[in-house]
Every structure is written in C-alpha cells, then in structure tokens.
C-alpha cells in the first residue's frame, strides 16, 4: 500500500500486563501523559466515553469528589480524534503527566507484572 512516498518513522511498543487490573479500553503511556482510546459508532459518543474512562480511572486515586475532578479533567484534559474513516470513530482523552504527578498517581509501577 503506498502512502504518497511518505516514511513513516520506527516505533517501539511495550505492551504490559497488568495482573489483577481491567481496562474497559485501551490506555496509552508515554513521556507526555496518558490517554484513553475508545472507538464507537459516532465521535461524539467516542469522546464522551472515553472522557467518563479517564475519569473512572483515576479520580480514586485522589482526594477529590466526581465533580471536582471532572472540572479539573474539563480544564487540564484534551479530547482528541484518532481516526474517522473506519465504521467505527475513534476519539482518546489524554491527561498529561503534570497532573499525575500532582495528584502521585501511579497506574503503571516500574517492574509489576
């Protein structure tokens, strides 16, 4: 398949399994922060989800009840589009490390398996 001559750049995966945790969906780490993948019939329902997903996920981990913690998500948080050529849309919500750290949350600890 030709992508119009463009290279697209070697990446490196780490795929983890996290024993004794789910996930309804994808979440995916890296330097920046953490976001949440979620594909459904309309983008609008994607987003939403996958707002809700982040929201579930970590506002335990910290000292705030739901509504301040999704007004802190609303200011701190970005809704982003993956993709919408497929039947189904994609949408993530990314959360960057500043925030994680603020609040010390660790999803993901060097060295559990």
Known sequence: MAYLGSKFPRVKVTLNVIKGSSLNYPLIENEEGIAALVSKESLDDAANQAVEEMIDLLQPHTDLSVPEFTMLMSAAG???????????????????????????????????E
């Open 78 to 112: 970005q809704s982003q589009i993956s993709q919408i050529v497929d039947p189904l849309k994609t949408a993530r919500f990314f959360v960057p490390k500043s925030i994680l750290e603020a609040y010390d949350i660790q999803l993901f600890k060097k060295g559990a």
